[in-house]
């Protein structure tokens, strides 16, 4: 495991970081509905929300994650093993909670599944990278649009994926520029805000990696933010600019083993 060893602190957690955004008025819209994994939270979620994500609550590279989906005689699960994705059938709560739980012994959260827009029929999510500046102030730094692997329940790429700028997606789904400039600036104004309320809560923090996504319905969803060596080397030659960018402001915080 990657051991850090330049000045930026973290906040542990992907249900502590969706509580204290939820916690704002501001951010609480964008925050899909997140519980700590148990049978009973499990039930209710599955009464609310057709299909859900079990996540481990720290973790990474799209690793260890289920996706269930409801469907009329019980429940699809569907879970990554290293680089495979596997599917089971089982008909009651308890069986599907038996069987992550075996599967799993980290902690682990329960969440809404949000119906992902999609490019060339795969789903993706768009990653935003919040830097401080020398001087101490906040700034979003780039983006990179992380497309997942048809079929595969993570869009993580590692795990298949791929990596597209901005406007490669914008002219990939036949959008316009200004349409593109438009989830740019609120992608960028949400990434600022996110910044500001969880620097308030952690003092020291110097980057964040904010995983965005549109749902079907173009509604914008915070999946996950983290703040424990967010990675951009995908931009290296996707965005040569932004990347360099990305990098001079992380060797003014010390991180200069940043590829």
């Known amino acids: 495991m990657y051991k850090k060893k330049y000045k930026s602190r973290n906040i542990r957690g992907k249900l502590r970081v969706c509580q204290y955004l939820a916690a704002q008025r501001n951010l609480k819209s964008y925050v899909p509905h997140t519980v700590s994994f148990s ?3 499990l039930q209710s979620m599955l009464n609310r929300f057709a299909t859900l994500y079990v996540k481990p609550d720290i973790g990474s590279l799209g690793m260890g994650i ?3 989906i409801s469907t009329e005689d019980g429940y699809e699960l569907y879970e990554i093993v290293k680089k495979k994705q596997l599917r089971h059938r089982y008909e009651t709560v308890s069986s599907l909670h038996d069987r992550i739980k075996k599967m799993k012994s980290s902690k682990l959260i329960i969440q809404q599944g949000i119906s992902l827009d999609k ?17 101490g102030s906040w700034v979003c730094t780039g983006f990179m649009v992380k497309v997942g692997a048809r079929h595969k329940i993570v869009t993580n790429y590692h795990q298949g994926g791929d990596i597209y700028s901005m406007k490669k997606l914008g002219r990939e789904q036949g959008i316009s520029e200004a349409e593109t400039a438009s ?12 910044s500001r309320t969880l620097s308030k809560k952690r003092s020291g923090m110097h980057e964040l990696g904010i ?4 749902d079907k319905k173009q509604q914008l969803w915070v999946l996950e933010v983290n703040s424990n060596h ?3 080397h995908p931009l290296k030659k996707l965005d040569p600019t932004a990347y360099q960018n990305m990098k001079r402001f992380a060797a003014s915080y010390g991180r200069r083993d940043a590829k």
């Open 39 to 41: 049978r009973d939270h």
């Open 211 to 214: 995983d965005f996504a549109y």
């Open 183 to 194: 989830r740019v600036k609120q992608l960028t104004r949400v990434a600022m805000q996110i």
């Open 119 to 135: 490019v060339n029929g795969c789903p993706y999510d768009i990653r935003a990278m919040v830097q401080r500046k020398p001087r």
């Open 230 to 232: 967010p990675q951009f």
């Open 66 to 68: 289920f996706k269930i």
